[in-house]
Structure formats: structure tokens, C-alpha cells
């Protein structure tokens, strides 16, 4: 069975440092991972992905996220967090085989104080 | 634009009476998806389609039913709602052609069960 973790509900960062958010994920085979952001009374936007290739992807705004086979993760990042970044994080995996359905992690939110 | 949309946005009801969401994607793409969000579980997946006439259970599809008889569409039914899916609602669809695509996101739906 796939899950995904995210080990913090909670994120704080000063604006202009650099951010991480946490995901680790427990799937069979090679995963495809995703982060989506959640900004208020929105839907989720889609960040970036990982599927094969180079472990650094970059997404929009200025996110990437590093894969890490070993250490079953896929961390979110961002050099120098804006306040705009403020919003809910979610990390999802999906297994390569199979209905190839989204499962998705808890959430982090992330707040950038000015 | 390409889009989901989602109707309607807020619905408050009463236990027992039938309700429908509906679910409208514009990019003709094969797999829809319903979400519920609730606080510290992130979104769970209640049905998905991976195209017209094709649905299946997700993780949480007690109390609810869906169909999928175009392609554009794909409703949520409760048929006797009760107050335990008091929740916030996503439909999402995703082009299954290439593979590895990312889901596109309703803006939500907040339903309360009273």
C-alpha cells in the first residue's frame, strides 16, 4: 500500500530564508511524486513532479524539490521564502502501476512571516 | 480558461435529503476524481472515473455515488447525507494521455450536514 508522511502541521520561516517542507512516502516500485499548494478558499495548484530523471525538479514560484531514493523522500524547498508563499502544502505519490491513483499526504502549512 | 468547475461552492442541508454536486471539466481529459478535505487527514479519495462509464471506489466511498455518463461531467450524489461528511469537497481530472500528468483542481465545495 502507498503513503506518504508529512512530518510537520507546521511550518514557520522568516521572510528571505530559505524554506524546506518535509514529505517521505512508502510505495511499491518507482514512485511519481507531486507537491501542491493549497492557498485560501482555492483549490490546489499544482507545484511540480518528479517521475524519472534528475533528483533536483523545479517548479513555479521559485519551488524545487529534491528526490532521494534512499531516504524515501522528496522534500519541497525554496532559497529565500516570500510572504506570498504562506498557504498549505501537499505532498502526494502516486504508484507507477495499477489505478494510478493520488494519495496524499496530511498537509503542511507554511507561514512566512514578514 | 481551461478549468474545473465546481456547484455549488457552499451548501448547507439538513440530515437525510438528497444532494447532488456537480463536477464540469473543459480539457476533455479521460480521469476525474472526488476528494473530501478534512482537517489533519488532507484529502481523501472518495470515487474516480477513468473515463465515460468507468468509476470505482476510492478509500472513502461510503454514502456516496457518482456517475460518469459524458466525458465533461462527473456528479457526486449523496443520497441521504449525514452529518459525519460535513466536509470541504474536490473534484480534479487529469489527461491520462503520455502518462505522469498532473491533477487540475475544482476550487471546492463546502458542504455542512446539519
Redesign the interface.
Known amino acids: 500500500a502507498q503513503s506518504v508522511a508529512?512530518p510537520e502541521?507546521q511550518v514557520n520561516v522568516a521572510e528571505g530564508n530559505p524554506l524546506t517542507v518535509k514529505c517521505t512516502y512508502s510505495v511499491s516500485g518507482n514512485p511519481?511524486l507531486?507537491w501542491?499548494v493549497q492557498y485560501p478558499?482555492?483549490?490546489?495548484?499544482?507545484l511540480l513532479?518528479y517521475?524519472t530523471g534528475d533528483n533536483l525538479v523545479k517548479g513555479s514560484y521559485g519551488f524545487e524539490a529534491e528526490f532521494n531514493k534512499s531516504q524515501t523522500s522528496f522534500h519541497l524547498k525554496k532559497p529565500s521564502a516570500l510572504v506570498s508563499d504562506s498557504a498549505l502544502y501537499?505532498c502526494a505519490v502516486?504508484a507507477p502501476t495499477g489505478?494510478?491513483?493520488?494519495?496524499?499526504?496530511?498537509?503542511t502549512r507554511l507561514t512566512v512571516i514578514p | 480558461e481551461a478549468q474545473?468547475t465546481q456547484n455549488p461552492r457552499y451548501l448547507i442541508t439538513v440530515t437525510g435529503k438528497k444532494l447532488t454536486v456537480t463536477c464540469s471539466q473543459n480539457m476533455n481529459h479521460e480521469?476525474m476524481?472526488w476528494?473530501r478535505q478534512d482537517p489533519?487527514?488532507?484529502?481523501?479519495?472518495i470515487y474516480?472515473s477513468?473515463n465515460v462509464e468507468v468509476t470505482?471506489k476510492?478509500d472513502v466511498p461510503e454514502g456516496y455515488k457518482v456517475s460518469r455518463k459524458e466525458k465533461r461531467n462527473f456528479p457526486l450524489i449523496l443520497e441521504s447525507p449525514s452529518p459525519n461528511q460535513t466536509s470541504l469537497y474536490?473534484c480534479?481530472s487529469r489527461s491520462e494521455a503520455g502518462g505522469?500528468n498532473?491533477?487540475?483542481?475544482?476550487?471546492?465545495t463546502r458542504l455542512t450536514v446539519l
Not at chain 1, 489505478?99 to 498537509?107: E, I, K, M, P
Open positions: 508529512q502541521d511519481y507531486f501542491y478558499n482555492r483549490g490546489l495548484q499544482f513532479k517521475i501537499f502516486r489505478a494510478n491513483n493520488l494519495f496524499f499526504g496530511t498537509g | 474545473v480521469y476524481s476528494y489533519g487527514l488532507g484529502l481523501r479519495q474516480y477513468m470505482d476510492g474536490f480534479a505522469h498532473e491533477q487540475f483542481f475544482g476550487p471546492g
